[in-house]
Nanobody
């Protein structure tokens, strides 16, 4: 019904940048919120950044000032610009989409995850 596709992960050195993209498609009436979560081995998944339909944003304290979340609502796409990357940012990053489908039902979807590795 809904496809959520992430891209942009990779291997970089500390101090470098990456830009993640996430596009949702399919049975979508409107997007209510999109966000990025990350999970490192042996750790719980945590919210990194989120953006609402009104463009309000939230960030985990550890990425404030370094990461920027933005969205293109017309394309149902969210981006995460990650600057000044640190080894502690290494994780699988997952895109989360909260939406109304065409039947106006509230739905929640996750992408497959994209690996971000930051070497020291």
């Amino acid at each position: 019904q809904v496809q959520v596709v992430e891209s942009g992960g990779g291997l970089v050195q500390a101090g470098e940048s990456l830009r993640l993209s996430c596009a949702a498609s399919g049975n979508i009436f409107s997007i209510n919120a999109m966000g990025w979560y990350r999970q490192a081995p042996g750790k719980q998944r945590e919210l990194v950044a989120a953006i609402t339909s009104g463009d309000s944003t939230n960030y985990v304290d550890s990425v404030k000032g370094r990461f920027t979340i933005s969205r293109d609502n017309a394309k149902n796409t969210v981006f995460l610009q990650m600057n000044s990357l640190k080894p502690e940012d290494t994780a699988v990053y997952y895109c989360n989409v909260k939406l109304l489908d065409r039947g106006l039902r509230r739905r929640d979807y996750w992408g497959q995850g994209t690996q971000v590795t930051v070497s020291s």
